[in-house]
């Protein structure tokens, strides 16, 4: 079991730069895939990055592609995500999550491949 704690999310105007941390208590194996999702109100949770622990692999969704770095901190047991060049449709709950199977390029961008989830932190874009 992974607990995780997202932190980073506020109110930014559209243009900004964002940066938001994912803290995991327990274990993290290098076969593990983090991952960051994202819900707009009255739209489902989507697919935005993922790493591999061990390898530090990253994946994105093509919409944030070139806007948005996942990386993580082995010694601090912590992912980040950044985000530039903010846009008002990047607004949204982000959520962190982790998946303890070994995943496939295709299914680490799917929700229901990851068994552990933050609470989330909420992303404001201001225009």
């Known amino acids: 079991q992974v607990q995780l704690v997202e932190s980073g999310g506020g109110l930014v105007q559209a243009g900004g730069s964002l940066s938001l941390s994912c803290a995991a208590s327990?274990?993290?194996?290098?076969?593990?895939?983090m991952g960051w999702f994202r819900q707009a109100p009255g739209e489902e949770r989507v697919f935005v990055a993922a790493?591999?622990?061990?390898?530090?692999?990253?994946y994105y969704a093509d919409s944030v592609k070139g806007r948005f770095t996942i990386s993580r901190d082995i010694a601090k047991n912590t992912v980040y995500l950044r985000i530039n060049s903010l846009k008002p449709e990047d607004a949204a709950v982000y959520y962190c999550?982790?998946?303890?199977?070994?995943?496939?390029?295709?299914?680490?961008?799917?929700?229901?491949?990851?068994?552990?989830w933050g609470q989330g932190t909420q992303v404001t874009v201001s225009s």
């Open positions: 999550s982790a998946a303890t199977r070994i995943l496939g390029t295709t299914r680490m961008r799917m929700r229901d491949a990851y068994d552990n």
């Open positions: 327990g274990r993290i194996n290098y076969w593990y895939t």
């Open positions: 790493i591999v622990w061990g390898t530090g692999s990253t």
